[in-house]
């Protein structure tokens, strides 16, 4: 058993729910090595989630890029858990108001960040728990991030209900294949939360956003999903699941 601390990887840590994760994991003393492709500076990355944490650039997307931020993680100690938050809408119609189909290459686009990016990270993420000690049996845990979109997908979201369709798919099948290795994999679906990406909304947009959950009626707290994923990591039975965070919220077709 190496008697160095276990290791967590968060990636897409520079946005609101990686952030808060990561700095949850962090206040309960674990090793964290934060991950994203945009750049963070040494004194910035402190300053967002406290001391302790390591921050490492890189695409979600790129084998060398992930492969160089796991080695670094290994290098820390046993990779015990992965927390995979990266994800981007690509707003737009199969058809559009001019006639204009949905350019292929921008829903590949779509695919490679949400769904491609997903499993990219767990595989390896996966190969590197499999080389653990068993604590109990287990080797490792993967939380992976939906959204209600996968069954909610509104006008304009196809190509991003499609990529977290995908992941949701993935979810019980990865749960089964790595289960001789003792890795365990879940996923969170969020609802509409209060990231950095709504913040650039006035207050209006995001008072009509909160007023369709139906409750409590206000948009999704990070800090909310930090706790899920936190629990997500450490409960043990818990394997094979995707879990609405939502609010009870059911999006409307517009």
Sequence with gaps: MSDKSPVYVVTG??????????????????TVVVTDIVAVGE????????????????????????????????????????????????PRRIVDREGIPFPLDQFENALRLNLVGT??????????????Q??????????????VAAWDGQMGQIAY???????VGMTLCAARDLSDLGIRV???????????????????????????????????????????ADELLHNRYLNGEVIRLDGAIRMAAR
């Design 43 to 90: 004194t910035a990355a402190r300053a967002r989630w406290g001391e302790g944490i390591t921050f490492v650039q890189g695409d979600v997307c790129s084998e060398t890029d992930l492969a160089g931020v796991f080695d670094i993680a290994a290098d820390l100690g046993p990779l015990r858990g992965l927390v995979h938050c990266p994800g981007k809408g690509f």
């Design 119 to 132: 499993f990219n990270a767990l595989r390896l993420a996966a190969a590197h728990m499999a080389g653990n």
């Design 186 to 228: 879940n996923t969170i679906a969020p609802g509409i939360f209060d990231t950095p990406l709504l913040a650039r909304f006035d207050a209006e947009v995001r008072d009509r956003l909160a007023a369709t959950v139906t409750f409590p009626r206000r948009l999704g707290d990070p800090e909310e999903y930090a706790s899920l």
């Design 134 to 147: 068993p604590d109990e049996g287990e080797r490792g845990s993967v939380v992976m991030t939906a959204s």
């Design 13 to 30: 840590g520079a946005g609101g729910l990686g952030g808060a994760t990561a700095r949850r994991l962090a206040d309960r003393g674990a």
């Design 161 to 167: 209900a499609a990529a977290k369709s995908g992941v």
